[in-house]
């Protein structure tokens, strides 16, 4: 059982350590956080085994997670420089065209999964995940793919600058239709307690 979260630091959000993750390596204990976090199946659980341990292998994929002081995972972020060849680009790459925006894909930064354990939601978590990982991005922009409706998830992404590139963007097998959206980098937001400004446009 997590405990229960605590301090105010904005280094050590909910009084976590944000670090390198070795998604690989702890693949089953960041699952089983999406599954708590996002409602995953026991099926779904295995499939995603298979595809978070084949992304890990693309070139520039990177993992952060949020750990515990007994080195627990509370929560994590990956992602990887776009390839217009992963099935991602594929699916959504027709809707960003049919609104002019399919060049995003291109020199994009794209969050492949963001999750949160219940507990420690609602504390800076998924924001200090998902600015540090960006943070260490060389593309000039970041794109992601959110369920298509009015969640804290996408109210973060605003935040941080994301905006719709394109809705009711339909993946198979999902029941809901998604958004894709994008920002340029570096994301919006404070860092460690300071706002730095964003770069001009």
Known sequence: ?????????PARPAGLRI???????????????????????????????YIVQRHMTCP???????????????????????????WWSTIVEPYLRAGGADGWLD????????HVHPGF?????????????????????????AIDTDSPARGLYTALGYRDLARRVHFPSASLPYAVMGARLPLLGPRNGFREPHPPR
């Open 1 to 9: 059982m997590l405990p229960t979260p605590g301090g105010d630091d």
């Open 60 to 86: 520039g994929a990177r993992a952060l997670g949020a750990f515990t002081d007994d080195g627990t995972l509370a929560g994590f972020v990956y992602g990887m420089p776009n390839d217009r060849a992963h």
């Open 107 to 114: 020199g994009s930064f794209v969050i492949t999964e963001l």
């Open 19 to 49: 670090g390198p993750l070795d998604l690989a390596g702890r693949v089953d204990e960041a699952l089983r956080v999406q599954a708590v976090a996002f409602g995953l199946s026991e099926e779904e659980v295995g499939i995603r085994r």
């Open 121 to 145: 939601q609602g504390h800076g978590v998924g924001r200090a995940l998902i600015t540090r990982l960006t943070d260490g991005a060389s593309e000039p922009h970041s794109i992601l793919s």
